[in-house]
């Protein structure tokens, strides 16, 4: 299984991450009024594809195997 971690402080909302996975596991949301990516889906949904680990051009998403 993998997990994947944004980094909240790097991400800016691009949406690129989103738009890049297979299989819809993450999304954009809001907290305090700061929007950024999240991992939503279920953790074994992950393939490990490291799309949204290249498509990110601030660094902000690191994909682990665990
Ligand atoms: S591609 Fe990077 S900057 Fe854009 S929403 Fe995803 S994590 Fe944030
Ligand atoms: S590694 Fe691939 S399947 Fe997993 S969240 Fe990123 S884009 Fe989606």
């Not at 929007?35 to 889906?41: E, L, S, Y």
């Not at 990110?56 to 195997?65: F, L, P, R």
Request: glycine share 8%; hydrophobic share 35%.
């Amino acid at each position: 299984m993998y997990i994947v971690t944004i980094d909240i402080e790097k991400c800016k909302a691009c949406g690129d991450c989103v738009e890049n996975c297979a299989v819809q596991a993450l999304a954009i949301v809001e907290e305090n009024g700061k929007k950024f990516a999240m991992f939503t889906g279920n953790p074994d949904d992950c393939l490990g594809c490291l799309s949204c680990e290249e498509v990110c051009e601030e660094g902000a998403v690191t994909v682990t195997e665990y």
